[in-house]
């Protein structure tokens, strides 16, 4: 599911660029692209966390997030004016959410005390899917097809995603865990939100948000800023966005090695520091080579950002996955300002003031990391590995 998701977030940080060309966009639409799916979509998923349970309700919602994610694929491909990309782009955030997004809560209830290494392993598979789309664009491009008929290919891929969701079953009825009184896994609004006050919850949903701000949002804008900053070629700035990919899949695989055996939280501290480095040196470096090499460093080093901050809000909420996935999808309603702010920033100032602006996320996760005790999840095994 996870590779599904990404491969399609890789072809189209690659094809940006030619879908730009081809629709006539401007930064502040681009922006829109980015952002209003992102609200939309959060504030659809917003139910997903706590209506889903466990078992058989979960995979029906799994289902029918996969028929509508392949068909929001196919309406980008046929997406003749922004605003009909636009409403595309809207259906397939809530549909991600209840195809991949539910699928990783399954995930998490499956072994509670391995979280973060299964969380790894399943940004690794992400990250493998990312680094493939640009592939997948330009393999398609080669062969003298164009970024609507790459849209069309993965819907088709989706559709043996879909097919391996339904022969894999509900799954487990309850995690371990799980409220005894609540054995379906559906809370209430008042449950999920009284959940912010338990520990550092609110602390790890604050930098679920922030940590995208250097991965997603950059990631969004990245091949466009190489093209319209850098005055690189729209294939250098695709091959831009796959050393970029390549070289977060590269931080990904050296995360899976090490989750046994080291705390999320001090990965967060060691990256956030080089970030604070790196980020800046990439948009002051001139020539199109040195921003590509610092662009490589700085993905690498950020790419343990997301699995270890999503492995300590679930191993904050065992038993309660659907709470993290409400948590979230509530969080991202906040999130959707940043591509929309540096859409409207790029607009009135450029893009390179724009993105100077995402320097303040590795600062904040410095700032916000919590530091009291670690959970069981956030240790990797059942409190027999060894930690930093």
């Not at 607009?347 to 602006?357: K, P």
Request: charged share 10%; aromatic share 6%; with cysteine.
């Amino acid at each position: 599911m996870e590779l599904i998701d990404e491969l399609v977030d890789g072809t189209q940080g690659a094809a940006l660029p030619l879908i730009r060309g081809s629709l006539h966009l401007r930064y502040g639409q681009i922006g829109l692209l980015i952002a209003v799916p992102l609200l939309v979509g959060s504030l659809l998923e917003l139910p997903l966390g706590l209506v889903a349970g466990h078992g058989v309700r979960r995979q029906r919602l799994v289902l029918a997030g996969g028929v509508l994610f392949i068909g929001s694929l196919a309406a980008v491909a046929g997406a003749r004016s922004f605003g009909i990309l636009l409403l595309a782009l809207v259906l397939f955030f809530p549909a991600s959410g209840a195809f991949v997004g539910l699928t990783q809560s399954a995930l998490m209830d499956t072994d509670p005390d391995r979280q973060q290494p299964n969380l790894a392993a399943w940004n690794l598979a992400g990250s493998t899917g990312a680094v493939a789309g640009p592939l997948l664009l330009a393999a398609v491009l080669i062969a003298g097809g164009s970024w609507r008929d790459s849209y069309l290919l993965l819907a088709a891929v989706a559709s043996l995603a879909l097919a391996g969701a339904a022969a894999a079953g509900p799954g487990r009825a309850a995690p371990a865990g799980a409220d005894p009184s609540g054995q379906d896994g559906r809370v209430t609004t008042r449950q999920a939100l009284g959940a912010l006050r338990e520990g550092d919850i609110a602390r790890w949903v604050a930098l679920l948000q922030i940590c995208d701000l250097l991965l997603d949002i950059l990631t969004g804008f990245v091949g466009v800023y190489l093209v319209d900053v850098v005055h690189a070629t729209p294939a250098q700035a695709a091959v831009g966005v796959a050393i970029r990919l390549g070289a977060g899949l590269a931080g990904d695989a050296g995360f899976v090695l090490i989750a046994n055996r080291v705390s999320g939280r001090v990965v967060l501290a060691v990256s956030a520091i080089a970030a604070v480095g790196l980020y800046p040196a990439f948009l002051l470096a001139s020539g199109l080579v040195a921003k590509l090499v610092i662009l490589a460093l700085l993905s690498a080093v950020t790419a343990c950002w997301y699995p270890a901050i999503a492995a300590g809000l679930y191993g904050s909420l065992p038993g309660r996955s659907g709470i993290a996935v409400f948590l979230g999808s509530a969080a991202g309603l906040v999130a959707a300002v940043g591509p929309l702010a540096v859409g409207f920033v790029a607009q009135q100032a450029g893009l390179t003031w724009a993105l100077a602006c995402l320097a303040v996320a590795p600062a904040a996760m410095l700032a916000i990391l919590p530091r009291s005790r670690l959970t069981p999840a956030e240790r990797g095994t059942g409190g027999s590995g060894r930690y930093s």
